[in-house]
C-alpha cells in the first residue's frame, strides 16, 4: 500500500493515475472522511441524513480533485447489474463499476412484518445503503482481498444527485460451487448463517449476497469475493443474528430495494 497521502485538488493526476494500491488507501480516507464528518459532535440530533452524507462526501471528493465527468470512464460498457453500471478499461484491464440511480448498493438489515404469533415477526433484507455503508463495504471487501477495490472519484448526476466510482482488476473467473463457497468461508472461521449469507462472531463481521456470481474462483482454486456485501451487524440486526444462532435457526433471506420502512 502507498504512503502517500491522497492527492490534492491541483493535482494532474488522471482517474487511471489513482487505481491499485493509492485507490485503495483513498477508499479508507474516503470512509474516515465521512465517519468523522457525520460524528455527533456535528449533530445535535438523529440519524445523518442522506443529503448530508453526499454532501459531505462530495464536498471531500471535490478539495481533492475526484469530481469526475461522465466522459471521464472508460469508452466500453459492459452491462451492469442491479446495483452498478460497468465499464471496462482495456489499457488497465480494470473495470469501473458506477453506482445506479442515485442508490449505494444494498445494505443487510432486518424488518419488522405483521405474521401469525406462531412465526419469527422479523426477516432478513437487503436494503438500499447510504454512501457511509457502501464505502464501509468497499473497505471490508479490501480487508477479505488486499487491493480489490479502488475509489475512482464521484460523478455528479442531473439532480444534483451523485454516483460513487470505483474499479476492480478483471479476473479470467469460474464460478464457485455452493460447496466450495461454504468451505472457504469455513476455513476463515465463518458459520452460515442463510444461504450466501456468513457471520464469523470473532470480530462481528458478516458477509452476504455471496452465491456464485458474485464470489468467483479466479487463479486455480483462489476464491474472490468480488462482489459480496459485508458489514458489521449492529443493533435489533446482531441481536437477531446472535439469537438465531444461539437457537439452532436460520434467517430467512428476502432481497428488496424499499427503504421507507426500514427499522434501525
Known amino acids: 500500500m502507498s504512503s502517500e497521502g491522497p492527492p490534492d485538488k491541483d493535482s494532474d493526476r488522471s482517474p487511471a ?27 445535535s440530533s438523529g440519524p ?32 451492469g447489474g442491479q446495483e452498478h453500471e460497468l465499464f471496462h478499461d482495456e489499457a488497465s484491464d480494470r473495470y469501473f463499476k458506477v453506482t445506479r440511480n442515485g442508490v449505494f448498493g444494498l445494505s443487510p438489515g432486518i424488518e419488522l412484518a405483521l405474521v401469525s404469533s406462531a412465526e419469527d415477526a422479523r426477516r432478513f433484507h437487503l436494503w438500499e445503503a447510504s454512501p457511509l455503508e457502501y464505502l464501509e463495504r468497499l473497505h471490508l471487501q479490501n480487508l477479505l482481498v488486499p487491493g480489490l477495490n479502488a475509489f475512482e472519484g464521484l460523478i455528479v448526476q442531473p439532480g444534483d444527485d451523485m454516483a460513487i466510482v470505483s474499479s476492480q482488476p478483471r479476473f479470467d473467473t469460474v464460478p464457485g460451487t455452493t460447496a466450495e463457497i461454504d468451505a472457504w468461508f469455513a476455513s476463515l472461521g465463518f458459520v452460515k448463517i442463510t444461504d450466501a449469507a456468513y457471520y464469523r462472531a470473532e470480530d462481528n463481521l458478516g458477509v452476504f449476497d455471496a452465491h ?7 487463479d486455480g482454486d483462489v476464491l474472490v469475493p468480488f462482489d459480496v ?36
Do not use: M
Open 17 to 43: 493515475d489513482q487505481r491499485g494500491a493509492d485507490g485503495e488507501d483513498l477508499v479508507l480516507a474516503a470512509l474516515d472522511h465521512l465517519r468523522g464528518s457525520l460524528s455527533p459532535d456535528r449533530s
Open 48 to 79: 445523518p441524513t442522506l443529503t448530508r452524507q453526499k454532501e459531505d462526501l462530495r464536498e471531500w471528493a471535490d478539495r481533492l480533485g475526484l469530481l469526475l465527468n461522465a466522459a471521464d470512464l472508460p469508452a466500453k460498457v459492459v452491462r
Open 212 to 218: 456464485d456470481k458474485n464470489l468467483v474462483r479466479a
Open 229 to 264: 456485501i459485508p458489514c458489521h451487524p449492529a443493533g435489533g440486526f446482531l441481536e437477531f443474528i446472535e439469537a438465531t444462532l444461539e437457537g439452532g435457526h436460520r434467517l430467512h433471506a428476502v432481497r428488496t430495494v424499499t427503504t421507507h420502512q426500514r427499522q434501525p
